[in-house]
């Protein structure tokens, strides 16, 4: 365990070491994110009751499309610099590897989503009130779409058309994160009254299952490629 957690370590720092030299994520991801938003409060903004209720899933839209070209982007580097090959030969626990790169996703798109958290509030009106739900659901959540991210991103790093393949395989597997992630908001953004635990151990449940799957599945994907 304590070699696992090692190797996860070392590509985590290793990832967020290249993210901060690259700034990729703030170059790119956050200027896209924050446009996302500014978007729908545009095209809702005639409608407040609209735009208000809408909030915590149009949040939740934002995070996901922005972690689709996060993940675009870290892979298709990676298989183009071989680093990919690298990781194959290095010796580290694919399952190390697998959590690592979870780990670094999780950091990347949290900072993320705290400015989107402030675009919210400052676009849409909206408030926070129970901040230990929200917080709860955002790192489970990131958590969920980091982990089946990391591997569809490794399945489908060396292929032609992975800028359009991934989203047709992760989009779908997260829908059930995404509505469970929008209500359990609701719920903290007092939108609703009730129930925010429960969407919240749901999307535990989620993310223990995409975590599980990944660190067993991530070695034939990774020895594939």
């Given amino acids: 365990m304590n070699e696992l957690l090692h190797d996860a370590w070392l590509v985590m720092g290793k990832d967020l070491r290249v993210e901060r030299r690259s700034k ?37 839209v934002a995070v996901l499309f922005s972690s689709v070209l996060t993940l675009q982007r870290s892979f298709a580097v990676e298989a183009e610099d071989g680093v990919i090959d690298a990781l194959r030969l290095s010796g580290l626990a694919p399952a190390g590897i697998f959590l690592g790169k979870v780990a670094a996703l999780t950091v990347q798109l949290l900072a993320l989503e705290v400015v989107l958290a402030l675009g919210v ?18 790192v489970l959540t990131t958590l969920g779409i980091a982990g089946s991210g990391a591997v569809y991103g490794i399945l489908s790093a060396r292929l032609r058309s992975r800028d359009t393949l991934m989203p047709l395989l992760m989009l779908p597997l997260l829908a059930p994160v995404l509505i469970s992630a929008t209500r359990a908001f609701e719920v ?10 429960a969407w919240a151990a749901l999307l535990g449940a989620f993310a223990l299952v995409y975590l599980a799957v990944g660190s067993v599945l991530f070695r034939p994907l990774l020895e594939d490629g």
């Fill in 188 to 197: 903290g953004l007092e939108r609703q009254a009730g129930g925010g635990w």
């Fill in 121 to 138: 509030a400052v676009f849409y009106g909206a408030t926070f009130h129970r901040i230990g739900l929200l917080v709860s659901v955002a």
């Fill in 24 to 60: 990729v994520g703030i170059a790119q991801v956050l200027p896209f994110a924050v446009l996302v938003l500014m978007l729908f409060a545009f095209a809702l903004d005639p409608d407040r009751g609209v735009l208000e209720r809408a909030t915590p899933g149009l949040f939740w």
